[in-house]
């Protein structure tokens, strides 16, 4: 959003799906996003930050219950869980299904984008994941109209990397292939990539459109007083691909450092700690925390175990912004490949996993030489200045073309 409003862009977002995180019917939208853009939720009504559903009546009703709820530490909340079927189904349910990702554009859905663009006709369409490709047929016969697609992933192949590992692929709700992920991806002028193989993929899948490679971006994080000894963290959502690697960590890994380095201590943080057992030797589950910058200040390692997966790890590129040595898997560098054995240390199996981690918690020089790296990678690759360069400078020509053309240099861009 930054980049497009350096550039002369008035920014509408519009989210077009009023899913209910954790079960409640608001959503707080941080002041930042609002400074930058007109942020509109369909069949909500803002105050100050907040927007509410006024429609969600069972939602509301069931209130009282969900903040008990939320409000209960993360042991109770897993013992309840797993005794008490209806806020099993109530909540736990409701919450993975925030996490589907590919759900067909609904027609109500259709109809509330349909209605803002007759109000505010835009010059710039980006739609926020290619799924919802099928919404800017809505801009088919304006030539005028840049439509464009941050697509996040190449679909099809985080299914086939999700099938060859064995793990459940719970985010989607339909089957990608090629074909099917291409034909979404020709409906747009441009597509936005956000690692370089992910790229190289859109340009065979759709070679009409224009490829923009835009990583994720980082601000670097300085953490001037040394980490706590043996702190090892990870940090994930209760996702599969991040339950069924911290397991696996936990299990094939985590004895093998423990044996090391006795005094060493895991932090787990995030929803994924309510799909894990407690009790492990030296693991403290965090949950979710208020206060990250923390965690990543007081790790000497963090670790990515994943098992399956596509796309651009963000949990790595966070780490390396707050310049933390890193082991991953092969998964977890996806995005990242060229950092393996140079700036983050990579292994696909237990011993040398758990290897890697005795190295740097064992020598303060190799940790402190691994941080500096990081930190440097992510100067000269992840900042935004660097990271949104290339994007910024496309749509800036785009503008002018425009402009030239005879429209007007500031486009207002729904994204």
Same mark, same amino acid.
């Given at each position: 959003?930054?980049?497009?409003?350096?550039?002369?862009?008035?920014?509408?977002?519009?989210?077009?799906?009023?899913?209910?995180?954790?079960?409640?019917?608001?959503?707080? +939208?941080?002041?930042?996003?609002?400074?930058?853009?007109?942020? +509109?939720?369909?069949?909500?009504?803002?105050?100050?930050?907040?927007?509410?559903?006024?429609?969600?009546?069972?939602?509301?009703?069931?209130?009282?219950?969900?903040?008990?709820?939320?409000?209960?530490?993360?042991?109770?909340?897993?013992?309840?869980?797993?005794?008490?079927?209806?806020?099993?189904?109530?909540? =736990?349910? &409701?919450?993975?299904?925030?996490?589907?990702?590919?759900?067909?554009?609904?027609?109500?859905?259709?109809?509330?984008?349909?209605?803002?663009? &007759?109000?505010?006709?835009?010059?710039?369409?980006?739609?926020?994941? =290619?799924?919802?490709?099928?919404?800017?047929?809505?801009?088919?016969?304006?030539?005028?109209?840049?439509?464009?697609?941050?697509?996040?992933?190449? !679909?099809?192949?985080?299914?086939?990397?999700?099938?060859?590992?064995?793990?459940?692929?719970?985010?989607?709700?339909?089957?990608?292939?090629?074909?099917?992920?291409?034909?979404?991806?020709?409906?747009?002028?441009?597509?936005?990539?956000?690692?370089?193989?992910?790229?190289?993929?859109?340009?065979?899948?759709?070679?009409?459109?224009?490829?923009?490679?835009?990583?994720?971006?980082?601000?670097?994080?300085?953490?001037?007083?040394?980490? =706590?000894?043996?702190?090892?963290?990870?940090?994930?959502?209760?996702?599969?691909?991040?339950?069924?690697?911290?397991?696996?960590?936990?299990?094939?890994?985590?004895? =093998?450092?423990?044996?090391?380095?006795?005094?060493?201590?895991?932090?787990?943080?995030?929803?994924?700690?309510?799909?894990?057992?407690?009790?492990?030797?030296?693991?403290?589950?965090?949950? @979710?925390?208020?206060?990250?910058?923390?965690?990543?200040?007081?790790?000497?390692?963090?670790?990515?175990?994943?098992?399956?997966?596509?796309?651009?790890?963000?949990? !790595?590129?966070?780490? @390396?912004?707050?310049?933390?040595?890193?082991?991953?898997?092969?998964?977890?560098?996806?995005?990242?490949?060229?950092?393996?054995?140079?700036?983050?240390?990579?292994?696909?199996?237990?011993?040398?996993?758990?290897?890697?981690?005795?190295?740097?918690?064992?020598?303060?020089?190799?940790?402190?030489?691994?941080?500096?790296?990081?930190?440097?990678?992510?100067?000269?690759?992840?900042?935004?200045?660097?990271?949104?360069?290339?994007?910024?400078?496309?749509?800036?020509?785009?503008?002018?073309?425009?402009?030239?053309?005879?429209?007007?240099?500031?486009?207002?861009?729904?994204?």
């Amino acid at each position: 959003l930054e980049a497009m409003e350096r550039i002369g862009c008035r920014i509408d977002l519009l989210v077009i799906d009023p899913y209910f995180e954790r079960g409640l019917p608001w959503r707080f +939208v941080h002041p930042d996003v609002s400074r930058l853009a007109t942020v +509109v939720i369909r069949d909500h009504r803002r105050i100050g930050n907040f927007y509410f559903n006024a429609h969600a009546f069972r939602e509301w009703l069931l209130l009282p219950l969900r903040l008990l709820y939320l409000a209960l530490p993360d042991r109770v909340r897993r013992f309840v869980r797993n005794r008490t079927v209806a806020i099993r189904r109530g909540v =736990t349910e &409701r919450m993975k299904r925030a996490f589907t990702l590919d759900d067909p554009v609904s027609p109500e859905e259709e109809a509330f984008v349909r209605a803002w663009i &007759r109000r505010y006709p835009p010059g710039i369409v980006i739609v926020n994941f =290619t799924p919802l490709a099928p919404l800017l047929d809505l801009f088919e016969g304006s030539p005028t109209i840049l439509t464009g697609i941050l697509t996040h992933d190449v !679909l099809h192949r985080r299914i086939e990397s999700f099938e060859q590992s064995g793990i459940p692929i719970d985010v989607f709700s339909r089957r990608w292939d090629p074909e099917g992920e291409g034909a979404l991806l020709r409906k747009a002028r441009l597509l936005i990539a956000i690692q370089k193989e992910d790229a190289a993929a859109f340009e065979r899948l759709s070679p009409m459109s224009d490829v923009i490679e835009a990583p994720v971006a980082f601000p670097l994080y300085h953490h001037p007083e040394p980490p =706590t000894p043996g702190r090892c963290l990870f940090v994930g959502s209760a996702t599969n691909h991040n339950i069924y690697g911290i397991r696996w960590f936990i299990s094939e890994v985590w004895p =093998t450092i423990r044996r090391r380095h006795p005094a060493s201590t895991l932090h787990v943080c995030g929803s994924v700690c309510r799909e894990i057992e407690e009790g492990g030797e030296g693991i403290v589950l965090r949950g @979710l925390v208020e206060d990250l910058d923390r965690e990543y200040a007081e790790a000497e390692v963090c670790v990515i175990p994943l098992l399956a997966g596509s796309g651009l790890k963000i949990k !790595l590129g966070e780490a @390396l912004a707050h310049g933390r040595a890193c082991v991953s898997t092969s998964i977890g560098l996806q995005g990242f490949e060229e950092l393996a054995g140079e700036v983050v240390l990579c292994a696909d199996t237990p011993a040398p996993f758990a290897e890697g981690v005795s190295a740097i918690l064992a020598s303060p020089e190799k940790r402190m030489e691994l941080e500096a790296r990081a930190h440097a990678f992510v100067a000269a690759h992840l900042v935004p200045s660097a990271a949104y360069r290339p994007l910024e400078t496309y749509l800036d020509r785009y503008l002018d073309t425009r402009h030239e053309e005879g429209g007007t240099r500031q486009a207002k861009a729904p994204a």
